[in-house]
């Protein structure tokens, strides 16, 4: 019987051999290893070593699920462990059908400790590659797709070609050159049935070449797109070549600035072939009325559809119940999702609009994720009992729009995610560490004042966690720096980067730091400074008499 050997969100940290010892044990005296779960763990060079011997052990080794792996790592310290385990993988002459390295801050430096296994023999065989939030951008990108069209040729002249069916790199900055990259390699392997690429900055023109390369690859049944920018020109590209996907069951082109000429795009591509469609997600797209009634009416044929997402666009109220009318009658309506986000209605000259206003250059848009944001005005005690639905993004999304939605969407390890954000936005400084963990756990901490108990958890883990990082990670000699930056962060002292704004409500601010103020590590000098500082007038921190207050209590307890 085959075996999973897990040591799945334990938090340990291997840095030696001698720490890593339990793991090569339990590696060792399993008989048939098929898949190790190192996930959630922090993994060093050395410890890595030896569990890359041990998995020299074992040539039926097929699945390695390695995603979360180096929180808290230096950069040149990632591709060394990866060269570590790969090797062992090598020498067992493994054949691998699952990796898994998700949440890695890889980068272009941690790619390049993958390209020559990637093109080995020991991935022939792969059938799944999860490469999720990895911090790659175009450069590590591109050396990673261009290993991958390595391992094509290598494994067709092997005899034994390449059988991909998933593919998954999402929130990695590819932009066009790197999606334009990837869509070499897609249209050379043609047996991908799910690919997932949200969030990557791609533009019409990648858009238009990963659409060409996915046609060739006849059995794909779910893509994912999400939040990069069709317009309606890489729509236009897309529909055209969704015509001859004919298995697809879910598409996902949410967040896409697709508007209506876009929507109407991929409607007529939809509506007469793809009868196998189970979700099809077009929301947060500005698409007017015109474009959702064409959305809606081709649904007529899909009887598998489970899932109809047009939230968040400009249909207005007269709009919404056109839909909904259209959806009644040809028995679709139990698909859609809410509608109750919709933008205002967007002007119907939208047949002409779309194509002339997607003309110039492309420009990014900013994320509307509208289902998150509490309504300006609304008191805390009329939305108490509010459902608050987690929208799964990174923690660098989290930091661009810090919203209660994003925040739970981060999921448990959503902590140490935004810790390890600190750290790449740090580029290895760490006073830039310190400073980005207070914007970070500011940001956390303004959504204090959500009555929603699963919000005020996800704040006080997330922002425990940032303050352990802050003053219990970092050498005395940036006490001082850590104290400045709270201050700054607080608006009590000026920044020199003039660029610095608060954008955050400091009322939750207040009310965490009330509790922050009592946790074992945080300096007694830094409450002295706090204290000082909160005595002097000050219009922002004054308009919050209560929650200054609590704060300067706990402060002197």
């Not at 090569?24 to 890359?52: K, M, P, Q």
């Not at 939208?350 to 300006?376: F, H």
């Not at 509010?386 to 969407?409: D, K, M, N, Y």
């Not at 980005?436 to 005020?456: D, E, I, P, Y």
């Amino acid at each position: 019987m085959s075996t999973t050997l897990s040591f799945s969100g334990k938090n340990h940290k291997w840095n030696t051999a001698e720490d890593a010892q339990p793991v090569v044990d339990a590696i060792l005296a399993t008989h048939d290893l098929r898949c190790l779960a190192l996930d959630g763990n922090t993994l060093g060079v050395e410890a890595a070593r030896v569990i890359g011997d041990a998995l020299a052990a074992h040539p039926e080794f097929e699945r390695a699920h390695w995603k979360d792996l180096f929180t808290g790592r230096l950069k040149s310290e990632i591709p060394d462990a990866l060269r570590h385990l790969f090797s062992g993988l090598v020498r067992a002459g493994a054949k691998l059908k699952e990796l898994d390295l998700s949440h890695n801050a890889l980068g272009p430096v941690g790619v390049e400790g993958m390209v020559d296994f990637m093109s080995s023999p020991v991935c022939y065989s792969l059938e799944e590659i999860r490469l999720d939030n990895n911090g790659l951008g175009i450069k590590g990108g591109t050396m990673l797709a261009q290993s991958l069209l390595k391992l094509v040729e290598n494994a067709k002249a092997a005899n034994t070609p390449l059988k991909l069916k998933v593919f998954i790199s999402g929130r990695n900055r590819l932009e066009n050159e790197g999606a334009e990259m990837f869509a070499k390699f897609f249209k050379a392997v043609g047996t991908l049935e799910h690919v997932a690429m949200p969030q990557n900055g791609i533009f019409h023109v990648g858009i238009a070449a990963l659409a060409s390369a996915l046609s060739m690859n006849p059995n794909l049944r779910i893509i994912n797109l999400n939040d990069n920018t069709f317009t309606p020109k890489g729509a236009k590209a897309m529909a055209e070549k969704l015509l001859t996907m004919h298995n697809l069951e879910v598409i996902d082109f949410g967040d896409c600035l697709l508007k209506t000429a876009g929507a109407k795009y991929i409607a007529n591509a939809v509506i007469d072939i793809h009868t196998k469609l189970q979700e099809l997600r077009m929301d947060s797209n500005e698409i007017g009325v015109n474009g959702g009634l064409a959305v809606a009416n081709a649904m007529v044929n899909k009887d598998n559809l489970k899932v109809l997402n047009l939230d968040g666009n400009q249909f207005g109220a007269e709009g919404r119940e056109n839909i909904v009318i259209v959806l009644q009658d040809i028995g679709r309506l139990d698909c859609l999702e809410t509608l109750e986000n919709d933008e205002n209605s967007a002007s119907e000259d939208e047949d002409t609009e779309d194509e002339e206003e997607d003309s110039g250059d492309d420009e990014e848009e900013e994320d509307n994720d509208i289902q998150e944001l509490e309504p300006s005005g609304v008191s805390p005690l009329k939305r108490a009992d509010a459902v608050i639905q987690p929208v799964r993004g990174s923690a660098a999304e989290f930091r661009a729009q810090p919203t209660a939605a994003r925040l739970l969407g981060l999921g448990n390890s959503g902590p140490s995610q935004l810790v390890e954000e600190a750290r790449r936005l740090s580029e290895g400084s760490q006073e830039e560490f310190v400073f980005h963990c207070f914007g970070l756990l500011m940001r956390a901490a303004s959504l204090a004042t959500s009555n929603n108990k699963q919000v005020q958890e996800a704040v006080k883990t997330t922002t425990d966690q940032l303050t352990q990082a802050i003053f219990s990670e970092n050498p005395e000699d940036l006490s001082s720096v850590a104290t400045n930056s709270l201050l700054i962060h607080l608006g009590l002292i000026k920044c020199e980067d003039k660029k610095f704004k608060l954008e955050w409500d400091l009322r939750g601010c207040l009310l965490t730091l009330a509790a922050i103020v009592k946790h074992p590590t945080f300096p007694d000098h830094t409450k002295n400074a706090l204290q000082l500082f909160l005595s002097r007038p000050n219009s922002k921190i004054d308009a919050y008499v209560q929650e200054k207050h609590r704060l300067m209590t706990a402060i002197f307890q």
